[in-house]
């Protein structure tokens, strides 16, 4: 089991920047990758950027170059540093940590926090 709780949403206008946190309940070491994940309206959920025990990094191509997303294991924290932001980046961004145990795969979820880029 984890938890997570992430934080660092608001509103932003468009070319500005947003820093997400997402703290875990336990070290990150012990997770296999966490991401981020974001919902639109109407719109399904879709990875934005994930990163492994490993440190390799996924990034989604409507994000590359713009976002980037990092660890402080120390704080069994991850964080996503969004610049350049744009209007349709706006969603409820969602951390995710995902757990591989033999041949199940555990996905566990925050509560979501909500960006909003005014354009």
């Known amino acids: 089991q984890v938890q997570l709780v992430e934080s660092g949403g608001g509103l932003v206008q468009a070319g500005g920047s947003l820093r997400l946190s997402c703290a875990a309940s336990?070290?990150?070491?012990?997770?296999?990758?966490m991401g981020w994940y974001r919902q639109a309206p109407g719109k399904q959920r879709e990875l934005v950027a994930a990163i492994t025990s490993g440190s390799k990094t996924n990034y989604a191509d409507s994000v590359k170059g713009r976002f980037t997303i990092s660890t402080d294991n120390a704080k069994n924290t991850v964080y996503l540093q969004m610049n350049s932001l744009k209007p349709e980046d706006t969603a409820v961004y969602y951390c995710?940590?995902?757990?591989?145990?033999?041949?199940?795969?555990?996905?566990?979820w925050g509560q979501g926090t909500q960006v909003t880029v005014s354009s």
């Open positions: 995710n940590a995902r757990i591989y145990s033999g041949i199940y795969e555990y996905d566990y």
């Open positions: 336990r070290s990150i070491f012990s997770i296999n990758a």
